[in-house]
């Protein structure tokens, strides 16, 4: 099973502050890496599927870069919806798996 | 645009077991190539992927789960579902179906998710 880690555990920032959060792989997995908000209450959401590809309706401030083993999505300028959850999932291999998650909160 | 919504009890006894159903509106279940998906969430903890399916019935599943899962389709209801047994109460959680989980690997759209509490 492939483990994704990702670091921070939580961000504190402000809003219009660049928010940049990792997702490191156990073992490479190319660039089949995805990327998903959540915030309370709700399902997630797809926001970057392999890599780089933002998902249909993605605001342009959301962009994502890495492959083998180390990930990041980047935040560019945080808006007060921005404030959630964000988790990263591998297709490289079965069984999917996602990371343990990254908190962006209100500095 | 599909859309995709989850039915089934919100409470269960330790060691029966859990159904769920997702019902698919937007489209044919088996119009898409694609696999349909089960990912869980325990309250306050992360996403779990539980399993996928095809509409020709190939499934995918999670080895944690150790067998306990079965994963079924009914195209003619536009559905898909879940059978989790022997339930105890780590698998308290939100259930969301999703499509997804298979070759494509992502999971997009999600269903809104129904807690499963699991408690005599």
Known sequence: EIVLTQSPATLSLSPGERATLSCRASQTISSYVAWYQQKPGQAPRLLIYDASNR??????????????????LTISSLEPEDFAVYYCQQRSNWPRTFGQGTKVEIK | QLQLQESGPGLVKPSETLSLTCTVSGGPISSVSYYWGWVRQPPGK?????????????????????SRVTLSVDTSKNQFSLKLYSVTAADTAVYYCALGGGFRGWFDPWGQGTLVTVSS
Request: no cysteine; net charge neutral; aromatic share 12%.
């Open chain 2, 46 to 66: 992360g996403l779990e992927w539980m399993g996928s399916i095809h509409s020709r019935g190939y499934t995918y599943d999670n080895p944690s789960l150790k």
């Open chain 1, 55 to 72: 998902a249909t309706g993605i605001p342009a401030r959301f962009s994502g870069s890495g492959s083998g083993t180390d990930f990041t």
